[in-house]
């Protein structure tokens, strides 16, 4: 077999350096780093529970094999030895201040009442008759009748409640209600609760029969990272689309980034769906979508490229013909090109298409964007 | 080394030996299984760790070994699913589809992580860790011999599997 050529060599080098990868999702680091700690805490807490039992039968020896050690000096007249305990006490992990009749609080019911401890002091404690029976009615109300606006519901509250206290009291209700009721308090919780009622309603958000009655909370109040993890399990479409349409609203250094792992997702619903919310923002978040078409990663570069094309005023169009120029950006130009709905886009990939060397380029890069690009064909320009 | 220093170090450099995990299994979510693995692995054999070596080293071999354990599993298909030849042809018929039905970034890859267990590892090592022979050796317990052959038939198998886009023609 002949020896490869030096040429072949280094095209060979060239073609491995560009190999890539997937990125590890931020959401898959943050699992595995949880995972380890969550390791770590099992060992301290099994480490703590083996001294325990280790002491407990150490005692247990000395007092079956030593009698005499267990007797009082008084008794025996004898010197008594120091019963060797060299092992610390046990020591358990603190448990929450929670006795309920008969069975375990739920997470829930445990996440309230911490915030409620913490929160705890001798004022908040004196709750208006006049404000619970009020709180009660709408509770009552919105459990009776599912249809009704909780928007409305809440606004019959305000007039009652001139120290803002509806939303503690409604958190404190939600640890002994069932069903019904706690789906009201927490749609109640969803409409005038503040970040202070974050911890429940993204408890409240794991529970199939509360999600829809939290999640109007947590589009208004929650962050880009919570908004992110919300989006993936959201199978109602147009919940998901207020999903991520919040979070296209949220602060774009850190909403961006989640958008983007969306709009770049393994399902194609997912990708179609977060595009669908990028053409409805009337401001999108243009320079954070420029910022990310410098990224390091290919793919998130072609991922922003895909979201930025669609924006199709004549600024963005101009810049991303300015960045077709450019060799290293050149691919990532023309998927935005590819990606917009202006006229003027088409207009300019049909020009670029004379040029040989490009319109090989844009028909292969059209050829790889189906789900993305409306397709249509390149057509050649008339001589 | 105490166990909030090794935790720190442990949480520091688990990006890094994430992407090489995905390296190694080619798919985002075996890696991330192989990754809990080597965490576990970790955790056991923080005291085999010697403060003076480098940790970058001695959690590569952490997450070589997972790999290996994973890898002596195939019959339940943990960590990677080798594509056949057969596989891979129907996927990219010809080299322009292949191009064509992904980034030639992502199919360079996928060849990569379809090499044999042993070739991938030295590969990825070398070529995309920036290990020197030496350093590889001592993270898979192999001779430098060993790595430079293994590593001279890896770039054999690939060179063959990616001959069209080698070709000045086709450049």
Redesign the interface.
Known sequence: MNE?SR??QD??DE???????????AE??R???A???G??RR?LTWRTASIGLAAAAAVAVIAVISPRLMTSPQDSGQVTAKIPMNRQPVVLAPQPNISLPGREPTALELIVFRAHERRQSPTLAVRTHDLSAHIGQAVDRLARTPSADADTVARSLVPHDPAGEAEETLAAMLRDQRDERAVAIVRLLSEIGTSRSLPILQAAASRPAMRSAALPGLIRLADASTLGGLIRGEIDASTRERLLIALLMREPQSAMPLFLMVANDESSELRRAALAAFDQIGDPPLEQLWLAMDDPR?EYRLTAARVLGRAADPTTLGRLMILADRPERRREAIVALLASPHPLAQTALVRASSNSALAGLIR?LQ??EPVYVSYKPIAQPTL | MD?ASF?KL??DH??AM??L???LT?D?DA??DL??DA??KA?RSRKTFEERASFSTWMTRIVINAFRDGVSKKGTGIYFVEPTGREIEKRFPSPFSA??AA????H??GL??ALSPRQREVLVLI??EQMSAAQTADALGMTEQNVRTTLHHA?QK??EQ?AP??S?DQ?
């Open positions: 490869p040429h072949d095209a060979l073609l491995l350096a560009e190999a890539r990868w997937p990125e590890p999702a898959s680091t699992r595995l780093a995972y380890y700690q390791l770590r060992q290919i292969h050829q790889m | 166990c935790d442990v949480l688990l990006p994430q992407r995990a995905v390296r080619g985002r890696a991330e990754m809990q965490l576990f955790m191009v064509q980034d030639m970034a992502d360079v890859a990569v992580s070529a995309y770039r690939l060179r990616l886009y080698l000045p450049r």
